[in-house]
């Protein structure tokens, strides 16, 4: 295992250090905890928004955190979901007297404990929307997770919620949209190589030396097939038919297009896709609003990537231009 | 060879179209070449500023191509020189009238034709000036380069260069304090796997699985010390002792932080690298203004880190807060 850390049991308390010791003016933690929120929370009259779920897909979640998107992000240890207690401090650190919406992506455990934190929080008077992103068009039920799971898309829901928040809308009115983002978003990924877990020391899954999987999970969570490596524009053809389909998107339809490394592949790999990905949109005149490009949910050092398309109407799009002053997002 | 391409020889043209496809609002392609430049370029009254160098390094130098920082960018051939042609025609597409900063990292190829093209620029009548980074702290002369080279820290020229351009200074002022951000700047890398250019299909040296390098280059070149594995707090010290004796910090110094992540290293790793750097330097009682984490100059898919840091007065203080719009870089 060849990782640059101090002790497989403690990587994510000092990654929570580290990233707060960064950024000073933008977040701080909520001591005891792994819980990371924006440097002013709570931010009186707005809905506030928490995510989380298991270190290892950073800069997910705390690199959302800040002015137009997430409140507090919960860090549970690698793949692994937060406590309850951990949701719980993280919905107090940032309930502005409007509420708490919690964005869960679709697995049992994050699901079960971002559910009892929000038991916990109502106890003490503070309300509390949920939703469950599963934009994962690969497969119905997983490892770890019962329906579709979530991943990257994920990053579209805190940006186009965290928007609304921004503006004094209600968490029903929040809750709302990031539904709608929900509704309208789908991601498919792939896989070239898998990733170690620190504690495990070894990598999740084995792949031979010409092989890739399409439809892997963020965690090495099976997919759907295996082949020999395909071409870029192979593979960027495959992940957006599913994608495109999952959506029925139809011509004139507007989408906003995330094209994400899940750690180790090089940026200049993720512009080679595009470049089919751009083209093929073109072709079907589906018109692209805007294209992120980058690490925005990652698997450790796994190589491969994914491709997430939003549907966009005028309501989405505006929230999407809207401003956001996070770590790893900013417009 | 495990990579998202379609031909070994194309990546660099189909990454910039991917690149330019993804972004048509910020950057546009000077026809024929593998030149980008902003939307708005040439920024009539406004000293330009052009970078470049093999690709492979993404974000760089691309991604840093915008308001605030460089008007241009050109990509060779991975981990190879562009052509003093290209580099002529980033130039001209450029130049608004005030002439142009060239800033070249410092690799005998990169040097000899970014001035080959400087000289064809003067013949049409445009001032150039030029500026050569040589950041790494780790070794004099190496393969590629007569002098120490130039890495992650280029970023931090660009970034302050880029913002003395915007306020109208003339190009001798640009020039100036792009060598004194050069006189302040020092890095560090180091390697724990090596990455494979594509047109090479294997990988560019070979590294044991309990084994890591120091002082490694941007395309591979030998560091200074092969070891075991260490913990990332001893490879924080050893980066960071280096660099802070290059350049001489002392008490209450100010500085920029950069943590650049190589490519296949995850960014939970790169946390917990800071995590030691922050508590040192506090330590030593050297004041962090900003702190920058990230993959800001990769080598491919290379896993590895590297620290840089620039020493800061009043003047540069300001110029790295101001603001910048790039794909990569925001402020």
Do not use: W
Request: proline share 4%; glycine share 10%.
């Amino acid at each position: 295992m060849k990782k640059l850390i101090n002790d497989p049991e403690s990587v994510v308390s000092e990654m929570v250090a580290g990233f707060v010791a960064a950024y000073p003016k933008k977040v701080k933690q909520v001591p005891g905890t792994n819980v990371v929120v924006r440097a002013d929370a709570p931010v009186q009259g707005k809905v506030g928004i928490v995510s989380g779920g298991g270190s290892g897909h950073e800069p997910a979640h705390g690199g959302y955190v800040g002015k137009g998107m997430l409140d507090g992000a919960v860090a549970g240890e690698v793949f692994t979901s937060p406590t309850p207690d951990q949701v719980f401090e993280a919905i107090k650190a940032v309930d502005g007297g409007k509420g708490v919406l919690l964005v869960i992506k679709n697995y049992t455990g994050d699901v079960m404990n971002f559910e009892m934190a929000a038991e916990l929080a109502e106890v003490e008077g503070i309300k509390v929307e949920k939703v469950i992103v599963n934009d994962d068009a690969a497969v119905e039920n997983s490892t770890y997770t019962v329906g579709k799971r979530g991943i990257a898309g994920t990053v579209l829901v805190h940006k186009i919620a965290g928007a609304l928040a921004e503006t004094g809308a209600t968490l029903e009115e929040v809750a709302a949209v990031a539904n709608k983002v929900v509704a309208n978003l789908s991601t498919m990924g792939m896989a070239l190589s898998p990733s170690t877990i620190p504690a495990a020391g070894k990598p999740g899954f084995t792949i031979d030396e010409n092989e890739m999987e399409i439809g892997t999970g963020i965690h090495g969570e099976p997919g759907i097939e295996r082949s020999e490596i395909k071409t870029a524009d192979e593979v960027a053809d495959i992940l957006l038919n599913k994608v495109v389909n999952q959506l029925h998107l139809e011509k004139n339809n507007e989408v906003a297009v995330m094209i994400n490394g899940l750690g180790a592949t090089p940026l200049m790999e993720l512009y080679i896709v595009n470049n089919r990905v751009s083209s093929v949109l073109k072709e079907m005149d589906i018109s692209v609003r805007e294209t992120f490009i980058g690490e925005y949910m990652t698997s450790l050092e796994m190589a491969g990537c994914s491709i997430t398309l939003l549907r966009l109407d005028q309501q989405l799009s505006e929230l999407l231009d809207a401003q956001a002053d996070t770590i790893a997002f900013k417009k």
